[in-house]
């Protein structure tokens, strides 16, 4: 892997449990993959302090990236509530004590990392490759009701990040239920994948794995009732 999570993959929160593919929101046999995270009362505990950052004001206005601006604030585009999570924060020998919330989300992480390795046992030509995740990051992104990421996109940004990092490899994990559907019965609240017709709903602990190239276009799928928080990053490629 990369220098951010040297020493966390012998000591998995979670290496007792074998991800298992959620065939009932994605079809086996295709590049985009989703497995149910455990510990659903982690991320009712997550869930709460992103509430509480919100109302403290430590969250940043949400940012979309374009090829010619970088990353900027556009609330047409996207509209959001964002906190960053660095892994190198937490190893850092500046750092003395690591808060909870630290702590805990570096269970998110081996989780997102111990499924990464699942996602790489599919695709074999990821095996042999340089990966990293991007900045050693993952994002947490609070979508009040009305907000969202309104805008058909895909991840692939090429040469950004550490070491000119070309993204491959999209992670989203949803950290609470909304319980919301139109008159079809698609569900309200998760991400829309045109191109795939499939709608991921917003279910506490699922966690999707999916290609970041053109093919995969998506858009959040707004709930102008509910509240939905997510955490995202992405992992490339290093040349």
Not at 54 to 68: F, I, P, V, W
Not at 109 to 128: A, G
Not at 138 to 159: D, I
Not at 197 to 212: D, E, H, Q
């Amino acid at each position: 892997m990369n220098n951010y999570y040297e020493g966390f993959v012998s000591s998995y929160q979670y290496k007792d449990i074998i991800p298992r593919a959620c065939q009932d929101i994605l079809p086996p046999g295709g590049q985009m993959v989703a497995w149910q995270f455990p510990d659903l009362e982690l991320c009712d505990w997550i869930f709460d302090y992103i509430l509480k950052q919100k109302e403290d004001g430590k969250l940043k206005q949400g940012q979309c990236y374009n090829l010619t601006e970088g990353g900027r604030v556009s609330t047409d585009t996207k509209n959001s509530w964002d906190l960053p999570f660095r892994m190198d924060e937490v190893r850092t020998e500046r750092r003395h004590a690591v808060d909870e919330f630290m702590s805990r989300g570096v269970y998110v992480m081996n989780w997102i990392e111990h499924c990464l390795l699942e996602y790489k046992k599919l695709n074999p030509q990821l095996i042999n490759e340089p990966i990293a995740f991007e900045n050693g990051l993952n994002q947490y992104q609070l979508y009040e009701p009305g907000q969202g990421f309104y805008v058909q996109h895909c991840e692939r940004k090429p040469g950004i990040g550490v070491n000119g990092l070309t993204r491959e490899v999209v992670f989203q994990m949803y950290l609470n239920d909304i319980d919301e559907y139109d008159d079809k019965g698609t569900p309200i609240g998760g991400t829309i994948w045109p191109r795939q017709n499939v709608t991921t709903p917003c279910r506490k602990g699922l966690t999707v794995f999916w290609p970041a190239g053109h093919d995969y276009l998506h858009a959040g799928s707004v709930s102008y009732k509910h509240t939905k928080l997510i955490t995202t990053g992405w992992i490339g490629t290093v040349h």
